[in-house]
């Protein structure tokens, strides 16, 4: 895990624990011995690429830091029905409180992982390479990307702040190509950052406004046609990064990457995505 996503992930463990277990995990609690040790396995019950151990093991050691952890498989991993990602030892009602926030976080991961393992295959052998968006639920978006990366795919921007992305609505509020990319440029010397670039062209007109304005580093082709985008790659000519983005499906993928792009940002991997299933389960302790 990337150093700058780990308090993200806290923080978004913190908050999943909060909302599940509240005043107290009741049934637990009145059932099971407080120091009563026990031992799951997570069981993979679906063919894809498992995302989401690493985080796991993080939630199980917040409820229970003196648990042990025996990973089986890794993370990106393909794996199939029967497979055993883990097992895990601890005291049991702490295993029982980790359950659902183990598995709502690991399916949705592996399920995003899986779908954009499928995309990237789709682009075997091209130099065009697939990215995630903004497209995530509002506070899991580091799980969304990292389970990408997972998948084989690329991430984009994580928010707004690590990024300069100029749509189309920027470029209409700030009066056009050239005034836009002007205004970033000295907004950056203004404040002493140097970040990446990018404007969103939704003509061929619009890439030369970019280049008479200059200091980009991608082009994002919005909505470009297929012939439109064979021309555009041609007129920008390795000047800059190429982006395609807006309305590529699985089935006109490979067609894009082979028109020249260095990008495709799919929303689908993330929006789009059916969950893996799996199970935690009880084991005998050994």
Do not use: C, W
């Not at 089986?72 to 926030?101: C, H, M, N, W």
Request: aromatic share 4%.
């Amino acid at each position: 895990m990337k150093k700058e996503y780990l308090p993200y992930v806290e923080g978004l463990i913190e908050l999943a624990i909060k909302e599940d277990i509240g005043d107290g995990d009741h049934t637990s609690l009145a059932s099971i011995p407080a120091e009563e040790r026990g031992r799951m396995k997570l069981l993979v019950k679906q063919e894809g690429i498992i995302a989401g151990i690493e985080v796991a093991q993080m939630v199980m050691r917040r409820l229970d830091p003196d648990v042990k952890f025996e990973q089986k498989i890794e993370d990106g991993a393909r794996v199939k029905p029967g497979d055993i990602a883990f097992y895990v030892e601890g005291r049991v009602i702490s295993l029982l409180q980790a359950e659902r926030i183990v598995l709502n976080i690991m399916q949705r991961m592996s399920g995003v992982a899986t779908q954009t393992s499928v995309y990237v295959k789709e682009l075997e052998g091209l130099k065009a390479k697939v990215l995630d968006t903004r497209k995530t639920t509002p506070g899991m978006r580091v799980l969304d990307k990292m389970a990408v990366k997972l998948g084989g795919g690329e991430n984009h921007r994580m928010g707004l702040f690590d990024m300069i992305l100029l749509k189309d609505n920027h470029i209409d509020f700030a009066g056009g190509i050239k005034p836009a990319i002007e205004k970033v440029r000295k907004y950056l010397a203004s404040k002493g950052k140097n970040l990446p670039v990018e404007v969103e062209v939704r003509s061929l007109k619009d890439i030369e406004e970019v280049f008479e304005a200059g200091g980009v580093d991608r082009i994002m082709l919005d909505n470009f046609s297929l012939p439109l985008t064979r021309e555009a790659v041609r007129r920008i000519n390795g000047r800059a990064e190429i982006e395609s983005s807006g309305g590529i499906t699985l089935d006109t993928l490979r067609e894009y990457g082979e028109a020249g792009v260095d990008y495709i940002s799919v929303g689908a991997l993330t929006h789009q995505i059916k969950s893996l299933d799996m199970s935690l389960k009880a084991v005998e302790v050994v």
